[in-house]
């Protein structure tokens, strides 16, 4: 498994060690989020080993070896931080041409604008300015690195998110988010239906119509996922906004219980 190529970021020179291991592990025809697992998997175990070594060998073996081990043990940190949450590819397949939504200048998900890049969500967007961008939606909360990766590989476990980003490249910096959930319905034949959630663009990038291209984009993918149908909640001012992507307004009222802020 290689690094993703869009938006891709500098990586240390100890990164060098740690693709062979990658290339070694990636067998054909496995899934991706086995890969994900199989690269993780090698990762603790290389982290394990070194513990170990730490605790049972003395002398100049040890200081001949650690460098090289700790370089490994970072660069695979490194390549798991880069992860996207799910396969690129689902969005760079998307026939765009199919897309009801009008865009003045033209942009895609291959091309959302200069310098930026839509992709699926990474661990290391944590330290890219993910958080200040949702706290302009609503209360984000303070996270430590832990829960966050936490976080994100429980949601990758159960296949069933898709959050994507727009990074401003030349900043480095999470500029826009949003989330498709995927429900499993027995209604319907065993159907799918795709839920768009926490749409947010950064004040500083909003009118370059990034908030049209995330639902867009979300909307394509939930119909490419085979979902029967897509919905989304959004207050009374972004009505018309949403018509204008193809949402119609429910007769439905949406309720809520809140427990925590």
């Known amino acids: 498994m ?4 869009s938006g891709a970021h500098p990586a240390s020179p100890a990164l060098s060690f740690c693709l062979p291991i990658s290339r070694h592990h990636r067998l054909p025809g496995l899934g991706w989020h086995f890969q994900y697992r199989r690269l993780k ?3 603790l175990l290389s982290v394990r080993f070194q513990r170990l070594k730490d605790s049972s060998l003395k002398g100049p073996m040890i200081n001949s070896t650690t460098h ?3 370089g490994v043990i970072r660069a695979c940190e490194m390549l798991l ?3 996207p949450l799910f396969d690129p590819s689902l969005l760079q397949d998307l026939d765009w041409s199919s ?3 009008s865009f003045s200048p033209p942009i895609s998900p291959l091309n959302p604008g200069d310098g ?3 992709r699926p969500l990474r661990p290391a967007d944590l330290d890219r300015g993910l958080y200040k961008v949702l706290s302009q939606l609503t209360e984000a909360g303070d996270v430590t690195k832990e829960q966050f990766r936490a976080k994100f590989d429980h949601i990758k476990r159960t296949g069933d998110y898709y959050v994507v980003v727009v990074e401003d490249t030349n900043l480095g910096q999470i500029v826009a988010t949003a989330t498709l959930i995927i429900e499993h319905k027995f209604i319907h034949a065993c159907a799918k239906r795709g839920r768009v959630e926490e749409v947010v663009v950064s004040d500083v990038c909003r009118g370059k119509q990034l908030g049209k291209l995330l639902v867009a984009t979300l909307t394509l993918l939930s119909k490419k996922l085979q979902c029967y149908k897509i919905t989304l909640e959004c207050a009374e001012k972004n009505v018309e906004f ?3 992507l193809g949402y119609t307004a429910s007769a439905e009222t949406y309720m809520q219980c809140r427990f925590f802020n």
Do not use: C, G, W
Not at 2 to 5: A, E, H, I, S, V
């Open 68 to 70: 090289k081990d700790v």
């Open 242 to 244: 949403y018509k204008k």
């Open 116 to 118: 930026l890049v839509l």
């Open 41 to 43: 998997k090698t990762l």
């Open 81 to 83: 931080d880069e992860m």
């Open 99 to 101: 897309s009801k939504v």
């Open 2 to 5: 290689t690094l993703p190529q």
